[in-house]
């Protein structure tokens, strides 16, 4: 099935694997679509680091870079929503057979941008509070505990994050758009979860990649070099962030519209 020419409605509840399948199909359709919108995404994400790496150094690591934490990580917030609104918007359309728009999307982001902030907050709420928290876990933590600190808030991120899709897609209230979330994966939170663990696992397998690059090239460039470093590694991250956000925006829509289909054929039943 093409998602060119339409992946949705779904014809029938869809298997973890072949919500995954369905995703890379949108993904593939889409990804070229998308792909400056994800870039401008992964870039705005990136501005804090490259800041600290680049710039931060030169005042000192004082009090100055605590208060540019709080307000860089609340103007990426502001910018990225929009962005993730115009790719879901996209990705919806291709899903559905239909032509992308780009005035349509783009009215339709701006009109939802404040909307959009507090539907962005309920679908990653607890991803984004354990970023926030990654500084000071770093430093009590290893790293081998922090897997198993990352993998048990993905439950409660497998009941809020639809709220994302139900919000564009669906054009919901932020509350109504929680609200569908909860009700369609709440007796199945375990589906969700395990297509967002692959999800994760898929991009981190990336992500890891390009570390393992850039340690590598480390005796090349040398210790007078590790601002080359950094932009070396924030340039790999900003190409497969660029390409991991849609497919984690594809994945949530064919996962929102399975959840969706079964709900309604439940209770269909009990009708």
């Not at 609104?85 to 009109?111: C, I």
Request: aromatic content about 12%; hydrophobic content about 55%.
């Amino acid at each position: 099935m093409d998602a060119s020419v339409g992946l949705l409605p779904l014809p029938r509840p869809l298997m973890t694997a072949e919500v995954l399948d369905g995703a890379f199909r949108l993904f593939r359709a889409g990804i070229l679509r998308c792909l400056p919108y994800s870039g401008l995404v992964v870039l705005v994400l990136e501005l804090p680091t490259l800041y600290s790496t680049f710039f931060a150094p030169a005042h000192g690591v004082g009090a100055a870079i605590p208060y540019f934490t709080l307000v860089s990580y609340g103007v990426v917030f502001l910018l990225s929503v929009p962005l993730l609104g115009v790719m879901t918007l996209r990705l919806n359309a291709l899903a559905q057979g239909l032509r992308p728009r780009f005035r349509t999307e783009l009215a339709t982001a701006l009109t939802g941008w404040p909307m959009g902030l507090i539907a962005t907050a309920f679908a990653f709420g607890f991803p984004l509070l354990l970023a926030s928290l990654r500084p000071a876990l770093l430093n009590s933590l290893p790293t081998t505990a922090l897997v198993f600190v990352a993998v048990p808030v993905l439950w409660p991120t497998a009941l809020f994050v639809m709220t994302l899709p139900a919000f564009w897609c669906d054009g919901l209230t932020p509350v109504s758009a929680l609200v569908q979330s909860l009700r369609i994966t709440i007796r199945r939170s375990w589906r969700t979860f395990g297509a967002i663990l692959a999800t994760a696992c898929m991009v981190s397998v990336f992500l890891m990649l390009s570390i393992v690059i850039v340690w590598m090239m480390s005796p090349l460039f040398g210790r007078a070099d590790l601002f080359l470093m950094a932009t070396v590694q924030s340039t790999l991250f900003l190409v497969v962030g660029a390409f991991g956000v849609p497919f984690v925006l594809a994945v949530l829509i064919v996962s929102y519209q399975d959840l969706k289909l079964r709900e309604q054929e439940r209770r269909g039943a009990h009708a």
